[in-house]
C-alpha cells in the first residue's frame, strides 16, 4: 500500500499537468514530462550527438578549468550537486576538489542510487550523502554535514530549462540553503548563431524530435488516453525576445482525442509548447545570478563562446546605493 502512494500520487500530478496544460489558452505541458525512463534514454543520446554542443563543450570547460575552480574554493569543502552526479561530468570536479563529502540531490530515487554507487566506487573514500528530492521545491541538506563551506554544483545548462524568474527563486533557494562562504559553480549556455541553436534542437537524425514525440505516448501509456502521435510533429522555434529554443509538438492536420474522459481538439498548426531552453549572453548570466545573491567571480568559456562555466559566491547583502 505504501509503495504504491507515490507512484499514485506522481501519476496524478502528471495528470493534473496535462489536463491544465492542454486546456490552457496557450497549450503547454511542463518539461519535467518528458524524461520518463525512454525519454532520459533519448536525452543521453541527445548528448552524442555532434549537432548538440552543450555537454561535449561543458566537459571539455571542466577537465580545463577544475583545478582553477580547486584553487579558488580550496580543498575540504562539501559538494552538493542538484541532479544525480553525471558519470563524465561529476568526477572531474571530485577529482580536482579532494571534497569532505557529496551529496547529490535528484527526485528520483533510483537514477540518485546508482549515480552514487558508481561515484562512490570511483572514489572509496569519499564520503557520500545522497538526498531524495525535489530541489525545485525545498532543498534541506541532510544533518550531521561535515563542517566548513560548501559549494553548489549545477551543470548542464539545466537553469535554461526554468523562465527567468523560477530560475532566480531556485538560485536563491540554493543559496540559503548552501549558507554563507558558499560558492555556486554553474553551467550556462550562451546566445549563439540562430542555425546553431536550431540544428542542436532539431538534429537531422530525429533523436530530439523523438524525445519530444515520446511525451505524447507516454501521455497515452500511463494516462488512458488515445492522442494520435502521428497527428504531430516535433517543432523547434528561436524566441529572440526571449532569448530561448522552444520545443512544440505541433499538429499537422486537424484532430481530436481524449485524455482520462477530457477531450480536446487541435487545428492543424496549432501547437503544445513542451519546453525552453534559454540562452543568456554574458551579462545576461551574471544579472540572473546576482537577482539570486550570488557574485559571478570567475567565468570560463571555450574559443567560440558557445557554453560558460561560472563560478560564484554567495554574496553578503549590504547597503547599496
Ligand atoms: C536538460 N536540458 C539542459 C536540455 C537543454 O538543452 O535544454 C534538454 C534538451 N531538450 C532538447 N534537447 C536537449
Not at 489536463?19 to 548528448?47: K, M
Amino acid at each position: 500500500m505504501d509503495a504504491l502512494a507515490p507512484s499514485l500520487s506522481l501519476n496524478q500530478a502528471f495528470l493534473n499537468d496535462v489536463i491544465d496544460g492542454l486546456s490552457a489558452r496557450v497549450p503547454a505541458i511542463p518539461a519535467r514530462w518528458l524524461y520518463d525512463l525512454r525519454g532520459s534514454e533519448l536525452f543521453d543520446e541527445i548528448t552524442r550527438l555532434p549537432e548538440y554542443y552543450p555537454t561535449r563543450t561543458e566537459t571539455g570547460l571542466l577537465e580545463r578549468h577544475a583545478r582553477d575552480v580547486a584553487a579558488v574554493a580550496g580543498t575540504g569543502r562539501v559538494v552538493v550537486e542538484l541532479g544525480a552526479g553525471s558519470a563524465t561530468k561529476t568526477p572531474i570536479l571530485l577529482r580536482a576538489m579532494d571534497p569532505a563529502a557529496y551529496v547529490p540531490i535528484d527526485i528520483s530515487g533510483e537514477y540518485l542510487q546508482e549515480s552514487a554507487d558508481a561515484l562512490q566506487q570511483l572514489f572509496p573514500g569519499l564520503t557520500v550523502l545522497p538526498l531524495e528530492g525535489d530541489f525545485m521545491r525545498s532543498i534541506r541538506l541532510p544533518r550531521g554535514l561535515p563542517a566548513g563551506p560548501r559549494i553548489g554544483f549545477f551543470p548542464g545548462s539545466t537553469i535554461g530549462n526554468m523562465i527567468p524568474s523560477t530560475a532566480v527563486d531556485l538560485l536563491r533557494s540554493f543559496r540559503e540553503a548552501l549558507g554563507d562562504g558558499s560558492l555556486l559553480l554553474i553551467g550556462m549556455d550562451r546566445r549563439k548563431e540562430v542555425d546553431v541553436l536550431l540544428r542542436a534542437y532539431d538534429d537531422p537524425a530525429g533523436v530530439t524530435a523523438a524525445f519530444n514525440l515520446n511525451l505524447l505516448r507516454r501521455i497515452n501509456a500511463e494516462l488512458d488516453a488515445d492522442v494520435p502521435v502521428g497527428a504531430f510533429r516535433h517543432c523547434a522555434r528561436w524566441n529572440d525576445l526571449k532569448s530561448r529554443v522552444e520545443m512544440h509538438l505541433q499538429a499537422v492536420r486537424d484532430t481530436c482525442f481524449t485524455i482520462a474522459g477530457h477531450r480536446f481538439s487541435f487545428a492543424a498548426g496549432q501547437t503544445i509548447h513542451t519546453e525552453n531552453s534559454h540562452k543568456y549572453g554574458l551579462r545576461d548570466g551574471r544579472l540572473l545570478l546576482e537577482a539570486a545573491g550570488w557574485w559571478p567571480r570567475e567565468e570560463w568559456t571555450d574559443g567560440e563562446e558557445k557554453f560558460a562555466v561560472i563560478l560564484a559566491e554567495a554574496e553578503t547583502p549590504r547597503i547599496a546605493p
